[in-house]
């Protein structure tokens, strides 16, 4: 078998995001039948496909020799092992507070995806990134078409279970379990898509689904993009023009999206919005010390995944974040939530690819009310493409003009000095 990285790479991240058309059958089946089910009756048995396919592009990258030697550099195990002893002693605090074992292991969920990080990260050293990428967003269109027809029929007809779409019928969900998620993948699709000369259409058609889904934070991450889309088309002396009222237009845009008519709730006004009381909630009942602003107030509590497996009330303490930040603070402290806040500045400070302001700017707003990283696939996505932004460097460039590197369809070739 003979392994190419630019051929096989785009066609196994297209096989992971699909498997989430066949992940959440029975709840998307549920929800056309106008049944909204209970986290912890929910039927896990399907995704196990996801996690299947993840092990697939781990075994992937061990067999692909430039895969394997990028990330088993000295840097990036250095990096590596300063992330496990951190988490290793969160894991420890969190037991010492009397948890179950299974609290924190299911708050590590945020790092379920971080091989796909790792992956991004090598392949845009090697000088790949963006026809790897190119290559998926060509791909990503059938996944599109389809999410497209579910969206549109659910629009129409579904019942509304979670409030009216803008069509009359229900808000869209595709085959995920709630329209939060779909317009949260959406929007990270119209993301991958402003990535790639050529895809504007597929970006409008991912921007349209977004806002269709009614999720206020899907709209306004892909506002973002279609912001930067236009400030890049701008010519440098006219973008201050764009700035200057970017702050008037990012609270217009939060109003437009919390009316009835974009969101299809009456229950989405922000200033009597439910997260804001339960974060209030949260600090006043849980925070009981300086060891647990500084490391934490046990690691998991906050994870919808312990509430997804168990019920939203199996442990005491047990809350929805409904933000990767307040996920942070509860989980790993100020600590660790300044550690990722660097982390995201870094990668700016870093990184000299044309879209790193865009990638990092969509990842810090998509957690502000939603912890995107226990959602797939919008965490696969966006941790693939976090490693490649960060992966390319001017060390990494340097690296592959003085190989004469030239990524095409058969492999590697060596361009002619």
């Not at 969190?94 to 299911?106: G, W």
């Not at 402290?333 to 000299?352: C, E, K, N, P, Q």
């Not at 003009?401 to 492999?411: F, K, N, S």
Request: hydrophobic content about 50%; overall charge neutral.
């Amino acid at each position: 078998m003979k392994i190419r990285l630019e051929k096989d790479l785009p066609m196994l991240l297209f096989a992971l995001v699909s498997a989430s058309t066949v992940a959440s059958l029975p709840q998307v089946e549920s929800a056309w039948l106008g049944i909204k089910e209970v986290y912890g009756e929910q039927d896990v048995g399907l995704r196990l496909l996801r996690e299947a396919l993840l092990g697939v592009l781990i075994v992937y990258a061990w067999l692909e020799p430039r895969l394997r030697n990028g990330i088993f550099c000295s840097s990036v195990l250095a990096f590596l092992g300063v992330i496990a002893s951190y988490v290793l002693f969160e894991v420890a605090y969190a037991l010492y507070l009397d948890l179950p074992l299974i609290v924190p292991m299911t708050g590590l969920r945020v790092f379920e995806y971080l091989p796909l990080a790792l992956i991004g990260f090598v392949t845009s050293g090697l000088g790949a990134g963006d026809y790897v990428v190119s290559k998926f967003a060509g791909y990503l269109r059938y996944y599109m078409v389809l999410q497209t027809g579910l969206a549109l029929a659910q629009a129409l007809w579904a019942p509304p279970l979670f409030g009216v779409s803008m069509l009359g019928g229900g808000r869209p969900f595709g085959s995920f379990v709630s329209p939060n998620l779909f317009g949260a993948t959406m929007a990270t699709c119209a993301l991958l898509f402003a990535l790639v000369p050529g895809m504007r259409r597929w970006l409008a058609l991912s921007v349209f689904l977004a806002l269709l889904s009614g999720s206020r934070t899907a709209f306004i991450s892909a506002l973002l993009v279609v912001f930067f889309q236009v400030y890049c088309a701008l010519r440098p002396r006219d973008r201050w023009a764009l700035l200057m009222p970017a702050p008037i237009l990012a609270v217009g845009a939060l109003i437009l999206a919390s009316s009835p008519l974009l969101s299809g709730r009456d229950d989405a006004d922000p200033t009597q919005d439910g997260r804001l009381d339960l974060w209030q909630r949260v600090f006043e009942h849980h925070v009981h010390g300086p060891m647990d602003v500084l490391f934490g107030w046990g690691l998991g509590l906050s994870s919808n995944t312990v509430n997804l497996l168990f019920g939203a009330e199996y442990f005491p303490g047990q809350f929805d974040s409904d933000s990767l930040y307040l996920f942070l603070l509860n989980g790993y402290g100020v600590l660790g939530l300044l550690a990722y806040l660097m982390f995201l500045w870094t990668t700016t400070r870093m990184s000299v690819h044309p879209n790193k302001g865009l990638v990092t700017m969509f990842i810090f707003v998509a957690g502000l009310t939603f912890n995107m990283w226990e959602y797939f696939p919008q965490n696969a996505i966006l941790m693939f493409l976090w490693g490649l932004v960060l992966g390319r460097t001017v060390k990494s460039e340097a690296a592959a003009r003085r190989a004469h590197i030239l990524p095409v369809d058969t492999g590697y070739v060596r361009q002619t000095p």
